[in-house]
């Protein structure tokens, strides 16, 4: 049974930093690429970041580029979203994915706000 459990949210103030880490299981994490999404309030769920199941390649949304930055330990079964410089706009619950499954998390809340 695969399982994807998010954390690290919070409340931070603008140009602060957060790390959500997601912890996989139930699947071969190692052979897997995996994406961070996000759903502010009132808008749709939106795709943020990209990392192949090697590492080699990693995809961002143009509004995170520079900012944000993914990484995995397959060693832990963990993905990570390291976030820099917040802004009020990245406010949203944010959502740790398995294409190849389409399987998501329950999310965690990240808040941006002074």
């Known amino acids: 049974q695969v399982q994807l459990v998010e954390s690290g949210g919070g409340l931070v103030q603008p140009g602060g930093s957060l790390r959500l880490s997601c912890a996989a299981s139930g699947f071969t994490f190692s052979s897997s690429a995996m994406r961070w999404y996000r759903q502010a309030p009132g808008k749709e769920r939106e795709w943020v970041a990209y990392i192949s199941s090697g590492n080699s390649i990693k995809n961002y949304a143009d509004s995170v580029k520079g900012r944000f930055t993914i990484s995995r330990d397959n060693a832990k079964n963990t993905v990570y979203l390291q976030m820099n410089t917040l802004k009020p706009e990245d406010t949203a619950v944010y959502y740790c994915?398995?294409?190849?499954?389409?399987?998501w998390g329950q999310g965690t809340q990240v808040t941006v706000s002074s």
């Open positions: 994915n398995l294409p190849r499954l389409n399987s």
